[in-house]
């Protein structure tokens, strides 16, 4: 009987290509992206799975706002007064310079971590020991693929490496390469003991946070957290003096770290959960349309198989050996989508790190927890899609059927209305979400930040002393415009400090950013001086410090009026200071967070970036350039630069990455719609042949035709219109609502979202109609 | 085998009811060969789909070997069928998607027939209707005349003790519809009862007795010499 079905199936399939075509196809897609988005939201739901992971804290510093870095005074008292617990400082760099046998590299995620790091994460050690291999000064541990990268073949344990021109480190150990989900990525772990003595200071002064700073705790087994937690105010008052009511240390689970966007200093800036619960939503919604297609496609064809059906219940099947069949070659479809999907999934996995920014490797594929989900996709694929059209067909009476009445008692055709209702609602709300972050990408990035950003490159200024040398030559490049040095771009997250203004009644440390920057700085951003005078160039020896503020700092002294905050005190870092100007606000930091205070202030010795306007035409020809001039002034050093507007995307990595999937998987959604529609349309116009024939006959002209076929769709457009828009406005404006700084939903969003709707419902069923509106009706009447 | 008392059937729309079977008795003894005629609506193809259990009556009683089935579930009479009863169609209900020989296997897997057995068994059917030579050919690459043996063939290899045929000869040219009614009557004469709707004269003068019916009544009965 099974060989029965399974023949059947097979020769069905043939007969019927185009609409197996369909349902293939639309399945395969919807396999593939539910598999794939899987493995995406997996990778970030299981960020820095660690084995100790549930036992592992991060120790962090909330005054005035959440900071991920504390003071590297912690963790030496922390390791004293809780002997029970394993503490390691982490230094984070994002980049470092490395030499090998006079050969330099730039290496990404260089970290510097003491002895106690190994114990809190567990590496996988390839050779050295955990225990020993960060313990003494000038050791280095690489990852596997920097080992291999430096040294081939050869052992690299022993060799001795140079960091940043500064240290000689010798290789004491060699670890796999970390997933990419890790807070701390990490591919050299050089140690604490090495830079020692040039953080000693750092070591006294619990208020001196540098950016990177991270300090771990792990719990020993079954110990609660609270035990700690209820210890710590005591702890921070007797070493430091700190006032539980103004400062905490909150003990943050490793496992919330990806997930907490109050803090995000990370190194990998913190994401939303529920952006990828909504993305596993698109997953499913995309493998529901698929559903819907197989549904829809089946119960259309089951009136052209009422005949079969009727012949088989006549020679003795019974309901359940029909549904058996028919479930058959659904698994037979959905086996051969399944096979078809996991190759394509593997193919696109394996370009997930320019797709995604994430490498997820395509061997995750055969873990079994994958498989299983594997497995589990496609019993709920056959079940949802075959299980209704099983039933329905099943249920033709044998007189019925063969007397080609079965027609009239597939009720299907109202279910396949709400059905395509439902397509066209997921689209829609697909469409809305993506035009909608596709609107609030271009705000992050491109508007409303208060500065000039285009055709703008950063790079470092190695050493202060050759910094006019390197502006003399700068200015003379005919392909520069213009020329600031200063210690950051606007988009560059600069020093804050402590700032009070005793006359407006600030007495107590506030926090401002501090931008030191040249008197060309305004000029070439634009920032807009609103009352007063930009920054101007200044001696050293001055007495009177001015600084240029911006807004929300002399709103915080409760001045509304520019003008009048010229003149007036504050005092910074104990400095007293006049402000001469006051700026606009700018965007400095990412949007999620509402902007700071800033002052603006001119400090030679501290200008550590150059920033140069290059002329339109030759930036190519300029930058090398640039770097022939900059590499001969700073031989030991490599030239780097970096676009301001790729550094201001840079802070939007994650929104990008979650953008870039969500049109992509709206897309495959919208596509297996139409793979749908067209199915649906092609039926529609086989099973309306005679109609049409005889309405040509009686004089119909095409687009009266045309208009028959169309109406119906206009229709269910517009009740899925009435569903998805109010859904996609409450789920999309919840969205928004994660940011600080957002865009508003206006109708022109919804307007375009059901115009999209029609066009794609218009290419889609164009063909269909209109083969069916040409056709001679001498051919389409003799046919019946 | 077969009785049915005052059997009725009504058909209904919103506005009209139409009375198809009315209060019809009808008697078929084992062996028999019985056709059926009358005019297009008289109620033929209602009576042969009560009787082959396709169908329920709306009133009345219908015994099938001494059992009232009448009231039957479908899996009852699913069941019933499969054991008992054979059909042939006049548009031959071949399934266009298997052979000649799975078309004809397909009642013994519903009965559950082990797979060499069934073999056997549809080879010696298609044999007897001289079809064996396209027993791999799919029903379209037949003539009308070959698709109704195979019909029949399918009809009879469970050896079901009725066979219930609607309009056997009705989609054949008269070659092809002697032929069929000339395995017909072997049949019968080889012990299955033969119930028969037809139109034809010619066709009727195969069968034992010849019941004619008007607007769902019986209006006369021949018996044939």
Same mark, same amino acid.
């Given at each position: 009987?099974?060989?029965?079905?399974?023949?059947?199936?097979?020769?069905?399939?043939?007969?019927?290509?185009?609409?197996?075509?369909?349902?293939?196809?639309?399945?395969?897609?919807?396999?593939?992206?539910?598999?794939?988005?899987?493995?995406?939201?997996?990778?970030?739901?299981?960020?820095?799975?660690?084995?100790?992971?549930?036992?592992?804290?991060?120790?962090?510093?909330?005054?005035?706002?959440?900071?991920?870095?504390?003071?590297?005074?912690?963790?030496?008292?922390?390791?004293?007064?809780?002997?029970?617990?394993?503490?390691?400082?982490?230094?984070?760099?994002?980049?470092?310079?490395?030499?090998?046998?006079?050969?330099?590299?730039?290496?990404?995620?260089?970290?510097?971590?003491?002895?106690?790091?190994?114990?809190?994460?567990d590496f996988q050690w390839i050779s050295g020991d955990p225990k020993t291999a960060l313990k003494e000064p000038n050791a280095i541990v690489l990852t596997e693929s920097?080992?291999?990268?430096?040294?081939?073949?050869?052992?690299?344990?022993?060799?001795?490496?140079?960091?940043?021109?500064?240290?000689?480190?010798?290789?004491?150990?060699?670890?796999?390469?970390?997933?990419?989900?890790?807070?701390?990525?990490?591919?050299?772990?050089?140690?604490?003991?090495?830079?020692?003595?040039?953080?000693?200071?750092?070591?006294?002064?619990?208020?001196?946070?540098?950016?990177?700073?991270?300090?771990?705790?792990?719990?020993?087994?079954?110990?609660?957290?609270?035990?700690?937690?209820?210890?710590?105010?005591?702890?921070?008052?007797?070493?430091?003096?700190?006032?539980?009511?103004?400062?905490?240390?909150?003990?943050?689970?490793?496992?919330?770290?990806?997930?907490?966007?109050?803090?995000?200093?990370?190194?990998?800036?913190?994401?939303?959960?529920?952006?990828?619960?909504?993305?596993?939503?698109?997953?499913?919604?995309?493998?529901?349309?698929?559903?819907?297609?197989?549904?829809?496609?089946?119960?259309?064809?089951?009136?052209?198989?009422?005949?079969?059906?009727?012949?088989?219940?006549?020679?003795?099947?019974?309901?359940?050996?029909?549904?058996?069949?028919?479930?058959?070659?659904?698994?037979?479809?959905?086996?051969?989508?399944?096979?078809?999907?996991?190759?394509?999934?593997?193919?696109?996995?394996?370009?997930?790190?320019?797709?995604?920014?994430?490498?997820?490797?395509?061997?995750?594929?055969?873990?079994?927890?994958?498989?299983?989900? *594997?497995?589990?996709? $496609? !019993?709920?694929?056959? @079940? %949802?899609? +075959?299980?209704?059209?099983?039933?329905? &067909?099943?249920? =033709?009476?044998?007189?019925?059927?063969?007397?080609?009445?079965?027609?009239?008692?597939?009720?299907?055709?109202?279910?396949?209305?709400?059905?395509? *209702?439902?397509?066209? $609602? !997921?689209?829609?709300? @697909? %469409?809305? +979400?993506?035009?909608?972050?596709?609107? &609030?990408?271009? =705000?992050?990035?491109?508007?409303?930040?208060?500065?000039?950003?285009?055709?703008?490159?950063?790079?470092?200024?190695?050493?202060?002393?050759?910094?006019?040398?390197?502006?003399?030559?700068?200015?003379?490049?005919?392909?520069?415009?213009?020329?600031?040095?200063?210690?950051?771009?606007?988009?560059?997250?600069?020093?804050?400090?402590?700032?009070?203004?005793?006359?407006?009644?600030?007495?107590?440390?506030?926090?401002?950013?501090?931008?030191?920057?040249?008197?060309?700085?305004?000029?070439?951003?634009?920032?807009?001086?609103?009352?007063?005078?930009?920054?101007?160039?200044?001696?050293?020896?001055?007495?009177?410090?001015?600084?240029?503020?911006?807004?929300?700092?002399?709103?915080?002294?409760?001045?509304?009026?520019?003008?009048?905050?010229?003149?007036?005190?504050?005092?910074?870092?104990?400095?007293?200071?006049?402000?001469?100007?006051?700026?606009?606000?700018?965007?400095?930091?990412?949007?999620?967070?509402?902007?700071?205070?800033?002052?603006?202030?001119?400090?030679?010795?501290?200008?550590?970036?150059?920033?140069?306007?290059?002329?339109?035409?030759?930036?190519?020809?300029?930058?090398?350039?640039?770097?022939?001039?900059?590499?001969?002034?700073?031989?030991?050093?490599?030239?780097?630069?970096?676009?301001?507007?790729?550094?201001?995307?840079?802070?939007?990595?994650?929104?990008?990455?979650?953008?870039?999937?969500?049109?992509?998987?709206?897309?495959?959604?919208?596509?297996?719609?139409?793979?749908?529609?067209?199915?649906?349309?092609?039926?529609?116009?086989?099973?309306?042949?005679?109609?049409?024939?005889?309405?040509?006959?009686?004089?119909?002209?095409?687009?009266?035709?045309?208009?028959?076929?169309?109406?119906?769709?206009?229709?269910?457009?517009?009740?899925?219109?009435?569903?998805?828009?109010?859904?996609?406005?409450?789920?999309?404006?919840?969205?928004?609502?994660?940011?600080?700084?957002?865009?508003?939903?206006?109708?022109?969003?919804?307007?375009?979202?059901?115009?999209?709707?029609?066009?794609?419902?218009?290419?889609?069923?164009?063909?269909?109609?209109?083969?069916?509106?040409?056709?001679?009706?001498?051919?389409?009447?003799?046919?019946? | 085998?077969?009785?049915?008392?005052?059997?009725?059937?009504?058909?209904?729309?919103?506005?009209?009811?139409?009375?198809?079977?009315?209060?019809?008795?009808?008697?078929?003894?084992?062996?028999?060969?019985?056709?059926?005629?009358?005019?297009?609506?008289?109620?033929?193809?209602?009576?042969?789909?009560?009787?082959?259990?396709?169908?329920?009556?709306?009133?009345?009683?219908?015994?099938?070997?001494?059992?009232?089935?009448?009231?039957?579930?479908?899996?009852?009479?699913?069941?019933?069928?499969?054991?008992?009863?054979?059909?042939?169609?006049?548009?031959?209900?071949?399934?266009?998607?298997?052979?000649?020989?799975?078309?004809?296997?397909?009642?013994?897997?519903?009965?559950?027939?082990?797979?060499?057995?069934?073999?056997?068994?549809?080879?010696?059917?298609?044999?007897?209707?001289?079809?064996?030579?396209?027993?791999?050919?799919?029903?379209?690459?037949?003539?009308?005349?070959?698709?109704?043996?195979?019909?029949?063939?399918?009809?009879?290899?469970?050896?079901?003790?009725?066979?219930?045929?609607?309009?056997?000869?009705?989609?054949?040219?008269?070659?092809?519809?002697?032929?069929?009614?000339?395995?017909?009557?072997?049949?019968?004469?080889?012990?299955?009862?033969?119930?028969?709707?037809?139109?034809?004269?010619?066709?009727?003068?195969?069968?034992?007795?010849?019941?004619?019916?008007?607007?769902?009544?019986?209006?006369?009965?021949?018996?044939?010499?």
């Amino acid at each position: 009987m099974f060989r029965n079905y399974i023949l059947i199936a097979f020769r069905n399939i043939r007969r019927n290509w185009s609409y197996t075509f369909l349902n293939i196809l639309g399945l395969t897609l919807g396999i593939a992206s539910c598999l794939i988005l899987f493995l995406v939201v997996r990778n970030e739901l299981t960020f820095d799975n660690y084995k100790k992971a549930d036992r592992i804290y991060r120790v962090t510093w909330n005054a005035i706002d959440f900071n991920s870095n504390i003071s590297l005074a912690v963790a030496p008292k922390m390791r004293a007064e809780f002997p029970e617990l394993q503490v390691s400082q982490v230094m984070y760099n994002r980049e470092a310079m490395v030499k090998i046998h006079n050969q330099r590299f730039k290496e990404k995620d260089f970290v510097i971590a003491d002895e106690y790091l190994p114990q809190i994460f567990d590496f996988q050690w390839i050779s050295g020991d955990p225990k020993t291999a960060l313990k003494e000064p000038n050791a280095i541990v690489l990852t596997e693929s920097i080992a291999k990268k430096y040294y081939g073949n050869t052992d690299p344990m022993g060799q001795v490496i140079n960091v940043e021109n500064q240290f000689d480190a010798k290789v004491t150990g060699v670890i796999k390469d970390l997933p990419s989900n890790r807070s701390v990525p990490i591919q050299l772990l050089l140690s604490f003991e090495t830079i020692r003595n040039q953080v000693k200071e750092n070591l006294n002064n619990i208020y001196d946070i540098g950016g990177g700073f991270f300090t771990f705790m792990l719990l020993p087994e079954n110990y609660p957290i609270k035990n700690v937690q209820a210890r710590i105010p005591g702890f921070m008052h007797k070493n430091w003096n700190l006032n539980p009511k103004e400062v905490r240390f909150p003990l943050q689970p490793l496992k919330d770290v990806h997930f907490d966007q109050r803090y995000i200093n990370n190194v990998v800036t913190p994401t939303s959960r529920d952006t990828y619960y909504a993305l596993f939503g698109v997953a499913l919604l995309i493998i529901i349309t698929a559903c819907i297609n197989f549904v829809n496609l089946a119960t259309a064809q089951a009136i052209k198989r009422a005949k079969e059906v009727g012949v088989r219940k006549v020679l003795g099947a019974n309901r359940k050996q029909l549904i058996g069949q028919f479930l058959g070659e659904t698994t037979v479809l959905v086996l051969i989508s399944l096979v078809l999907g996991i190759v394509l999934a593997s193919v696109f996995l394996s370009g997930s790190e320019v797709w995604f920014n994430t490498k997820l490797d395509p061997s995750q594929l055969t873990q079994p927890v994958v498989m299983a989900y *594997i497995a589990g996709i $496609a !019993i709920t694929v056959i @079940l %949802i899609a +075959g299980l209704y059209p099983a039933f329905v &067909q099943s249920a =033709f009476q044998p007189v019925d059927s063969l007397k080609d009445k079965g027609a009239q008692f597939v009720k299907g055709f109202t279910l396949r209305k709400g059905l395509v *209702i439902t397509q066209f $609602a !997921i689209s829609q709300v @697909l %469409i809305v +979400g993506t035009i909608i972050v596709a609107n &609030q990408m271009d =705000f992050f990035e491109n508007q409303d930040l208060g500065f000039n950003k285009d055709a703008i490159v950063s790079f470092n200024i190695p050493n202060q002393a050759k910094m006019d040398v390197l502006h003399q030559q700068l200015v003379n490049n005919p392909g520069v415009e213009q020329v600031t040095f200063s210690n950051g771009a606007p988009s560059y997250n600069n020093n804050a400090s402590g700032f009070t203004a005793p006359d407006f009644g600030i007495t107590k440390d506030d926090v401002t950013e501090v931008r030191f920057v040249d008197e060309n700085y305004f000029d070439l951003f634009g920032l807009k001086v609103l009352a007063g005078q930009k920054v101007t160039a200044r001696a050293q020896k001055d007495t009177i410090i001015t600084v240029a503020v911006n807004e929300t700092l002399i709103h915080k002294l409760g001045i509304t009026d520019p003008a009048k905050a010229i003149g007036k005190h504050i005092i910074i870092n104990g400095t007293n200071v006049t402000i001469s100007g006051v700026v606009q606000d700018f965007q400095s930091e990412s949007k999620h967070k509402l902007r700071r205070s800033c002052v603006l202030g001119y400090n030679k010795p501290r200008f550590f970036m150059a920033d140069v306007k290059l002329r339109a035409g030759s930036i190519t020809k300029t930058i090398d350039q640039i770097n022939k001039s900059w590499s001969a002034l700073f031989p030991d050093n490599l030239f780097e630069y970096k676009f301001l507007d790729d550094h201001i995307a840079s802070f939007y990595i994650q929104e990008q990455k979650e953008y870039t999937a969500f049109k992509f998987f709206s897309c495959i959604a919208i596509i297996i719609g139409c793979l749908g529609l067209y199915g649906l349309i092609m039926f529609a116009a086989a099973q309306r042949t005679k109609e049409v024939g005889i309405r040509k006959v009686l004089g119909a002209p095409l687009i009266s035709i045309i208009g028959m076929f169309s109406k119906e769709f206009v229709v269910l457009i517009l009740i899925a219109f009435a569903v998805a828009a109010p859904l996609g406005y409450w789920v999309m404006n919840n969205w928004l609502n994660n940011y600080a700084y957002h865009i508003s939903i206006g109708p022109g969003i919804f307007v375009v979202a059901i115009a999209v709707s029609f066009a794609i419902a218009a290419i889609t069923i164009a063909y269909q109609t209109l083969k069916a509106a040409r056709v001679n009706p001498v051919k389409s009447l003799r046919s019946e | 085998m077969i009785k049915i008392t005052d059997l009725e059937k009504f058909y209904r729309t919103e506005e009209v009811e139409t009375i198809a079977l009315n209060k019809l008795s009808i008697d078929v003894k084992k062996g028999e060969f019985v056709a059926i005629m009358g005019p297009s609506g008289c109620g033929k193809s209602t009576l042969l789909n009560i009787l082959g259990m396709l169908d329920d009556p709306d009133g009345g009683s219908y015994m099938f070997n001494s059992v009232e089935v009448a009231h039957f579930n479908e899996r009852k009479r699913a069941d019933l069928r499969k054991h008992n009863i054979g059909f042939v169609f006049q548009s031959f209900n071949l399934i266009d998607e298997l052979t000649v020989f799975e078309n004809v296997e397909l009642p013994l897997i519903y009965t559950g027939v082990p797979s060499s057995e069934r073999v056997k068994r549809v080879e010696e059917v298609l044999d007897k209707m001289q079809i064996m030579h396209r027993r791999n050919h799919y029903p379209q690459q037949l003539s009308g005349g070959q698709q109704q043996r195979v019909a029949i063939a399918r009809a009879v290899v469970n050896k079901p003790k009725l066979i219930l045929a609607d309009e056997p000869t009705g989609n054949l040219d008269s070659s092809n519809g002697n032929d069929v009614m000339e395995l017909l009557t072997d049949l019968n004469e080889h012990g299955t009862t033969i119930i028969m709707v037809t139109h034809s004269e010619h066709d009727a003068r195969y069968s034992h007795r010849i019941i004619r019916l008007l607007d769902g009544q019986t209006v006369m009965e021949n018996i044939m010499i």
